[in-house]
């Protein structure tokens, strides 16, 4: 989920105007909404507090990232459209013995 998605998301849950979570999370309102717009990134810290201010709290889980960039390409292979394999041709001629 990308952090503007998070800003967002803290925005609609909390009730709260813009400008009172701004207000209660020691920031202005322009800052928030760039925040939300996606045109600035919050750090953690700054994230956390915004969360707090919407009575949320921001958990964060460490995983070893090639893990995810595994799973990442699993799942956009999974958007392309399968086919059979072309059957393998017949070669029993070339592997006739006319000896026997």
Known sequence: MRTSQIVTDL???????????ARRAGISRALLHGYA????????PQLQRI??????RIDVTLRPARADEFIAVL???????TR??????DMRHVWRSDAA
């Open 75 to 81: 799942d956009f292979g999974s958007l392309f459209p």
């Open 37 to 44: 717009c996606g045109n600035t990134e919050p750090s953690l």
């Open 51 to 56: 969360a707090s201010a919407a009575g949320h």
């Open 84 to 89: 059979e394999p072309d059957p393998l041709p």
């Open 11 to 21: 925005i609609e849950r909390s009730g709260l105007s813009k400008a009172e979570l």
